[in-house]
């Protein structure tokens, strides 16, 4: 009996338990990053759009008011947001123009206890008219 082979009962399970585990563990980590991504996203929207209103709506200078309106909304829900305001040029309250707003956010991939791993920019556009009746000074 010294010849024999070991035995491979239970073998199959373990091999299962692995396999499944290959696929399962990804799925669950996919699952887990959409809804912070998501959450950001719509962030990232609403924080264009919020900057696009304040600097239409703005008197002196428009770009500083989207910012300031942005800003506080990022810092508040622990976002490192990039701002750009007019494609990164001059804004123009001049009647029937644009007000532009691009609002860029890192998400984590994954929280863990020892830190952030991976990341996934999210980002959003709005313009915003300026009005065609607007009184300017």
């Given at each position: 009996m010294a010849g024999k082979?070991?035995?491979?009962?239970g073998s199959a399970a373990l091999e299962l338990a692995l396999g499944m585990g290959l696929f399962v563990l990804p799925a669950v980590v996919l699952v887990l990053a959409f809804s912070p991504w998501l959450e950001a996203k719509t962030f990232a929207?609403?924080?264009a759009a919020e900057g696009a209103r304040a600097a239409?709506?703005?008197d002196a200078d428009p770009a500083e008011a989207g910012i300031a309106a942005v800003q506080p909304m990022?810092?508040?829900?622990g976002y490192d947001a990039e701002i750009v305001m007019c494609g990164g040029g001059p804004c123009s309250l001049e009647r029937g123009s644009y007000i532009t707003v691009e609002v860029t956010i890192d998400v984590p991939l994954i929280l863990t206890p020892w830190?952030?791993?991976g990341g996934i920019p999210v980002s959003a556009f709005h313009a915003e008219p300026v009005d065609a009746y607007r009184s300017l000074p």
């Open positions: 082979p070991l035995s491979q009962r929207r609403s924080a239409v709506l703005a990022a810092e508040a829900r830190g952030e791993v």
